[in-house]
C-alpha cells in the first residue's frame, strides 16, 4: 500500500508560481512511476504530468508544456513547478503511484488532492 500526501496548493494570480509535493510512503518509491492529474468542477480528470521511476522519462500534457516542470528525488518526493500560471489551471491536483508511465488515469494509488485557484 502506498500513501500520497499532496502540499503547496493554494490561491495565485494569473502568471504567478506555486510549487506542488507529494511526498509518498513507501520503501519501494523508486519502483513507481509517479503522475500529476488535475480536475476541474464539472470536468472529468486530466493528465498533467508524469515522471518515471528513474526520473529520466517525463510526458506532460500539452497545456502546461513549457509552464510547469516534475521532477523527483530520493526523499520519496515529487514535485510539480508550476509557472506562468493562468485561470483555467484553477483545479483541484492529484498525485499518483503507478507501474507504468502512462497519462491515463490508471495508476495504482492516489491523494487527496490539494487545490490550486489561479485569478485572473
Excluded: H
Aim: positive net charge; charged residues 15%; glycine residues 14%.
Amino acid at each position: 500500500q502506498v500513501q500520497l500526501v499532496e502540499s503547496g496548493g493554494g490561491l495565485v494570480q494569473a502568471g504567478g508560481s506555486l510549487r506542488l509535493s507529494c511526498a509518498a510512503s513507501t520503501r519501494t518509491f523508486g519502483t513507481y512511476a509517479m503522475g500529476w492529474f488535475r480536475q476541474a468542477p464539472g470536468k472529468s480528470r486530466e493528465f498533467v504530468a508524469a515522471i518515471g521511476w528513474g526520473g529520466g522519462a517525463t510526458l506532460y500534457a500539452d497545456s502546461v508544456k513549457g509552464r510547469f516542470t516534475i521532477s523527483r528525488d530520493a526523499r520519496k518526493t515529487v514535485s510539480l513547478q508550476m509557472n506562468s500560471l493562468k485561470p483555467e489551471d484553477t483545479a483541484v491536483y492529484y498525485c499518483a503511484a503507478g507501474s507504468q508511465l502512462v497519462t491515463t488515469p490508471v495508476y495504482d494509488y492516489w491523494g487527496q488532492g490539494t487545490q490550486v485557484t489561479v485569478s485572473s
